[in-house]
């Protein structure tokens, strides 16, 4: 996302500012003569058709048909965000909606990361995502190993922030749960609050001479370590309002419904496009062309990161470059905020 450099007169930025507003509430083109009587603008409607063209010389605005009004360019979105939106309130009747739509669940961080990507949907009325945290950046608490079946042991896998991992592994021989316990305390004891990073990297040197823990189950488990200690791309996917983003306007166009539709199906793409604004500082907007995929060149997409612990992830809207950007981005950053402190309180719940 880039900041517009080109500086515009009060009376361009007013008349941007409302073709801007009035598109995105009406999806329909923007004349001269609809700002002048419906606006209250102290313009004549020649006067604003003459600042009107100015701007789409500049790149602004375009018009669809040599009859139409004029709609904002993915270049107008950008210097409206940048320079002109003024972000909205949440009413508080929507802020209690989220709160109890949160609260409410309590059975565990996936119950709580899709109920979030519901409530984003229903709020929005466009796409709502959540993405998972990425596990890879957590902080080793301990493992568990467990007896399941003769030859079948499950290793219990926790970080800091109370995320758990779950790997099934077989041994060659059964072994005992006294074993298991002892090997579990014996690993706790050299990888405890070291990085996940730390432990992939010098696993089998820092296990090295340890004592009497069973050999054959200590390979098992250091041979374990890419698939315990690493991103595997397996990052939980949240999302709601397939209908809301399908019924918009702009995807009565068979092909731009077409890409959505893959998009909604493609799930790495999707979760690469979340990844992107994995940004902790800040809300990432993305509009139009600035999407490196071309699936939602017509789209935006304005994310913010939430927390649990030292960890984060990603949660945001997706929807028509005509989205109500003042309205999504304190809906974004409010959802934010409260997953945060939601999951605060759950640090203990596990993570499939």
Do not use: W
């Amino acid at each position: 996302m880039g900041n517009s450099t080109e500086k515009l007169s009060e009376r361009e930025r007013l008349i941007l500012n409302s073709i801007v507003e009035n598109f995105v509430h009406n999806a329909v083109p923007i004349g001269s003569r609809y700002l002048s009587k419906k606006t209250g603008m102290d313009m004549s409607p020649a006067t604003i058709r003459n600042v009107m063209m100015d701007l789409e010389e500049m790149g602004f605005l375009t018009q669809p048909h040599t009859s139409a009004g004029r709609v904002p360019t993915d270049k107008g979105y950008r210097f409206y965000v940048d320079s002109l939106m003024l972000v909205e309130t949440l009413s508080a009747p929507e802020k209690q909606h989220i709160l109890e739509q949160l609260r409410r669940v309590s059975l565990g961080v996936d119950t709580i990361l899709d109920a979030a990507s519901q409530v984003l949907a229903r709020v929005s009325r466009q796409l709502g995502v959540v993405l998972s945290p990425r596990f890879y950046q957590g902080v080793f608490d301990k493992i568990e190993l467990v007896p399941i079946a003769e030859k079948k042991v499950l290793m219990v896998f926790t970080i800091k922030s109370g995320l758990v991992r779950t790997i099934v592994m077989e041994v060659a021989a059964e072994v005992s749960r006294e074993v298991l316990e002892k090997t579990a305390r014996v690993l706790n004891e050299r990888l405890h609050g070291l990085s996940l990073q730390e432990i992939k990297q010098s696993l089998d040197q820092r296990m090295r001479h340890a004592g009497d823990v069973n050999p054959e189950l200590l390979e098992r488990i250091i041979g374990s370590a890419d698939l315990l200690f690493s991103e595997d791309g397996r990052r939980g996917l949240h999302f709601g309002g397939t209908n809301n983003i399908v019924q918009q306007p702009e995807f009565t166009d068979h092909q731009q419904l077409a890409k959505i539709l893959n998009l909604l199906e493609n799930r790495e793409i999707l979760i690469h496009l979340f990844e992107q604004g994995d940004d902790p500082e800040k809300i990432s907007i993305t509009i139009g062309d600035e999407n490196r995929d071309e699936l939602i060149k017509h789209c935006s997409l304005i994310t913010a990161s939430y927390h649990i612990g030292n960890i984060n992830g990603t949660l945001g809207v997706l929807g028509p470059t005509r989205i109500r950007y003042s309205k999504m981005v304190a809906l974004v950053d409010f959802m934010a905020k409260i997953l945060t402190e939601v999951l605060d309180k759950n640090q203990t719940t596990p993570m499939r």
